[in-house]
């Protein structure tokens, strides 16, 4: 639960606070919902609200053509789930409605996204309680069943505007599928053509493996993000990673 203050803070906001106390009152914004704190009241907002709030107060504008993001490096370990993360959650706190696409059979970006996700303390349990967790349906086998789309993957999260298709072991089968396709570069582009006209942001979170996954990602990509980690080696290699990329983009 978010108190104006911490509102004002969250969306770096130099309004002050009666103006979002006035906009709740002319129902400009969703309406507070009132906790009990000593003998008086005090208004807070939940979660869920926030993205109605951040697109009049937050820093972001909106959204002025269609996005997709490919988070990218052949490099492990440089925080690129992180990155992938925090973006989608920083467009969808200012209402930008964004889809999250994981292409890593790790599951980072899955686990950090499913609100359901709960720390397993008993060790008999746990088996049974991460098949509970395993998504009924994901990228490859929504590609696969013919009764099925891609929007039949998608799942929730806390933020009503942040959406995403959950990773699975089964992308190496996907991989496996597309290395088959004509224009198989092309393959994923084609299939999220359809999602476009629901998120103004789609973001691929990827593995640091070069595979088809990968080059479906950059090839659908309208803007790749290559963070690399804090070290010489990986500076000088940095020219390299990106003129491999620029290659692969032109071809």
């Given amino acids: 639960m978010f108190q104006p203050t911490q509102i004002l803070k969250v969306f770096r906001s130099t309004s002050p606070r009666a103006k979002l106390l006035r906009d709740e009152a002319n129902k400009v914004?969703?309406?507070?919902?009132?906790?009990?704190?000593?003998?008086?009241?005090?208004?807070?907002?939940?979660?869920?609200?926030l993205p109605k709030i951040g697109e009049l107060y937050g820093f972001l504008k909106p959204a002025k053509k269609k996005s997709v993001i490919s988070v990218y490096t052949p490099k492990g370990g440089v925080l690129k789930t992180t990155i992938s993360f925090n973006i989608a959650r920083i467009l969808a706190l200012h209402n930008i409605k964004t889809l999250v696409i994981g292409l890593d059979v790790q599951a980072s970006i899955t686990q950090s996204l499913n609100v359901d996700n709960k720390e397993k303390i008993d060790e008999d349990t746990v088996v049974d309680s991460v098949i509970e967790t395993l998504p009924k349906k994901t990228l490859y086998t929504s590609i696969i069943d013919q009764n099925s789309t891609l929007k039949d993957a998608i799942l929730n999260t806390d933020l009503p505007s942040l959406d995403y298709i959950p990773e699975a072991g089964d992308l190496t089968f996907l991989e496996q599928r597309i290395r088959d396709e004509v224009e198989r570069e092309r393959f994923l582009n084609y299939q999220i053509e359809e999602l476009k006209k629901d998120y103004d942001v789609i973001i691929f979170d990827n593995s640091p493996n070069w595979n088809f996954l990968i080059q479906n990602s950059l090839t659908a990509a309208t803007d790749v993000i290559s963070p690399i980690s804090c070290e010489v080696n990986t500076y000088y290699a940095l020219s390299q990673n990106l003129e491999i990329i620029k290659s692969f983009k032109d071809r």
């Avoid at 914004?29 to 009132?34: D, G, L, R, S, V």
């Fill in 29 to 49: 914004i969703p309406k507070a919902t009132p906790i009990k704190r000593g003998k008086s009241y005090v208004r807070t907002w939940k979660e869920s609200d």
